[in-house]
């Protein structure tokens, strides 16, 4: 399952970024973009564990001394655990991944240039674009048993957060945000708990540096 729904995100966004969307996607530009921006929810659902912080993990500062950075100059880089590794699965084309030792918590990392989209005439190349039609093509995958989109803060930048809960149980939280000419989309899927854990780290650490987080 983990691998199947990583290539599903990454086919999402890959695929998409070559074809447009069909007649849903006004309908998820409603759904994902509307929402206001997210204080306090920590997890896909409210079945799922929350921060028992009272304020936004953008807002908690957090110690990256057991953190490694890791990333590359193309998609950006970002801090994790220090025993997570580098992790590849074949059927997920270029992007950079990198997982927990068990390989059930996953971090996949991809940028996209406004030439490697394909868009229609009255689509404007950007964040809320692709975090659409991330969403309108989760809406209709069959292994998606939960699914919001709400607007989040990421590496100080405005972010489309797309939540998935499976019907397996796993989670998976994806940030598309802009910086610059690049729209970026940092994914990471596993546990709820290790989603507590290191969205604050993903989120204060992201940074085109390779040697400063959040830089």
Known sequence: MKNKILLTSVTLLSALM?????????????TAAAPTTEVTTVAPTTTAPT???SA???EKKVSFEDTQ???????????????WATYQDKHTGSQFQFSSPDKYNILSMNAYTKDSVKLKDDEKFG???LANRLYN??????QV??????????????????????????????WVFQKGEKVYAVALEGTADTINTLRPFFEQSFGLDPNTPGK
């Open 18 to 30: 070559v074809a447009a969307c069909g007649n849903g996607e006004k309908k998820t530009a409603e």
């Open 51 to 53: 921060t028992t912080a």
């Open 56 to 58: 936004s993990s953008t």
């Open 69 to 83: 950075r890791v990333g590359r100059e193309e998609s950006g880089y970002i801090n994790v655990p220090k025993d």
């Open 127 to 129: 964040a809320e674009l």
């Open 137 to 142: 093509n989760w809406e209709n995958n069959k």
């Open 145 to 174: 048993k939960q699914l919001q989109g709400v607007k989040a803060k990421f590496a100080g930048e405005q972010a489309f957060l797309v939540k998935v809960v499976f019907t397996d149980g796993k989670y998976m939280y994806e």
